[in-house]
């Protein structure tokens, strides 16, 4: 699942900087997840970035966007080209 930024955000700029993905950035009130970049920073590190850092704990699983962890290492891959999504995942290079 992508990651959501819940109302009790306080605006402290300290989960977008460490976003691997660029997935987080200012909304009109609070920061928002853009779920078609979040990997829960799969692929990267073993725990998410901005849920680490985040002092409010306003950062929970996002119940919209459900995606396997397979999925998430996929999007992971495409969002930093280290597979070519024409090719089926046996034929890709990771």
Do not use: W
């Not at 919209?64 to 890709?92: C, G």
């Amino acid at each position: 699942m992508a990651l959501l930024i819940t109302d009790l955000c306080v605006n402290c700029d300290v989960c977008a900087p460490v976003c691997p993905n660029a997935a987080i950035s200012q909304g009109p009130t609070i920061y928002d997840i853009d779920p078609g970049r979040c990997t829960q920073c799969i692929g990267h590190f073993d725990e998410p970035q901005c849920v680490i850092v985040c002092p409010v704990e306003c950062i929970e699983l996002d119940p919209a966007h459900p995606e396997s962890t397979d999925a998430l290492l996929i999007k992971y891959r495409l969002l930093t080209a280290t597979v070519d999504p024409h090719l089926p995942m046996q034929d890709a290079v990771a």
